[in-house]
């Protein structure tokens, strides 16, 4: 079961991911899976939302096992775009920060995938992955702040 891992991150079967915020910004963890989405239906197991004066960026995302990278594109195209509820966190942020919020979606396993696989499975699911990212207990925790500003 995902679990935030402080107020900037989440964790899952040893994989982690955080996004930091800096002097001036805001950022929160938000898990999807089971606390916002209770249902079978399919979801991906949380949010980052970060934030400034002028920007808002909600990095859905997926922690996963390196045997079943294909199904995170799944899940994560299912929560862009059929999950009503997504949707209105979208709109809610949009009121509260006057600036529509970019969407961004990241994929954290310890897992590999080519770039022509991880190109078909974008074009399948009607969804970009910004980054698939590595995560091994012995290497740092990813930190999404970098990834989302360029």
Same mark, same amino acid.
């Given at each position: 079961?995902?679990?935030?891992?402080?107020?900037?991150?989440?964790?899952?079967?040893?994989?982690?991911?955080?996004?930091?915020?800096?002097?001036?910004?805001?950022?929160?963890?938000?898990?999807?899976?089971?606390?916002?989405?209770?249902?079978?239906?399919?979801?991906?197991?949380?949010?980052?939302?970060? %934030?400034?004066?002028?920007?808002?960026?909600?990095?859905?995302?997926?922690?996963?096992?390196?045997?079943?990278?294909?199904?995170?594109?799944?899940?994560?195209?299912?929560?862009?775009?059929?999950?009503?509820?997504?949707?209105?966190?979208?709109?809610?942020?949009?009121?509260?920060?006057?600036?529509?919020?970019?969407?961004?979606?990241?994929?954290?396993?310890?897992?590999?995938? %080519?770039?022509?696989?991880?190109?078909?499975?974008?074009?399948?699911?009607?969804?970009?992955?910004?980054?698939?990212?590595?995560?091994?207990? %012995?290497?740092?925790?990813?930190?999404?702040? %970098?990834?989302?500003?360029?």
């Amino acid at each position: 079961m995902t679990t935030c891992d402080g107020p900037y991150g989440l964790k899952e079967q040893g994989k982690k991911v955080r996004l930091l915020p800096k002097a001036g910004e805001q950022a929160w963890a938000l898990v999807l899976d089971g606390c916002v989405f209770q249902d079978s239906q399919i979801k991906c197991d949380g949010a980052l939302i970060w %934030s400034n004066k002028s920007r808002t960026v909600v990095c859905l995302v997926e922690l996963k096992g390196a045997g079943d990278i294909a199904h995170a594109f799944a899940q994560l195209a299912f929560v862009w775009h059929k999950r009503p509820a997504f949707h209105q966190l979208l709109a809610d942020l949009e009121r509260q920060g006057g600036v529509r919020p970019v969407v961004k979606a990241f994929v954290v396993t310890n897992g590999l995938l %080519s770039r022509p696989e991880k190109e078909r499975l974008e074009k399948h699911h009607g969804v970009r992955v910004q980054e698939v990212l590595h995560c091994e207990a %012995s290497t740092p925790i990813p930190d999404l702040r %970098s990834r989302i500003l360029n």
